[in-house]
Nanobody
Framework: QLQLMESGGGSVQIGGSLRLSCEIS????????MGWFRQAPGKEREGVAS???????MYADSVKGRFTIFKDNPKDTLYLEMNNLKPEDTAIYYC?????????????????WGQGTQVTVSS
């Protein structure tokens, strides 16, 4: 079964940057679409960014222009570059994947999930 492992979370000041990584192991599909989601305390999980099997990307309005999703295929790793971080970006961030398809921010489209990594943005 496909496994996903996030890393790169931490604490950062307002306006700072972080890069999250999601290492993919135990491939079971020939192609994937992948996404980053986040869940803040007391809130529902929300889609942040996604990249389709065709490499097209999709972003939540709240992160457009600040976050970038990209894949390094030789390293089997998905990334989320986060800039100009705000307190409302504080959450546990999860990466997710499923077999071939377009980018989507709908969590129900994803079959495989990582354990999450905490991101905290404060003054």
């Amino acid at each position: 079964q496909l496994q996903l492992m996030e890393s790169g979370g931490g604490s950062v000041q307002i306006g700072g940057s972080l890069r999250l990584s999601c290492e993919i192991s135990r491939y079971v599909y020939r192609s994937y679409f992948m996404g980053w989601f986040r869940q803040a305390p007391g809130k529902e999980r929300e889609g942040v960014a996604s990249i389709g099997s065709d490499s097209r990307t999709m972003y939540a309005d709240s992160v457009k222009g600040r976050f970038t999703i990209f894949k390094d295929n030789p390293k089997d790793t998905l990334y989320l570059e986060m800039n100009n971080l705000k307190p409302e970006d504080t959450a546990i961030y999860y990466c997710a994947a499923n077999s071939w398809g377009p980018a989507t921010l709908r969590s129900t489209e994803y079959l495989h999930w990582g354990q999450g990594t905490q991101v905290t943005v404060s003054s």
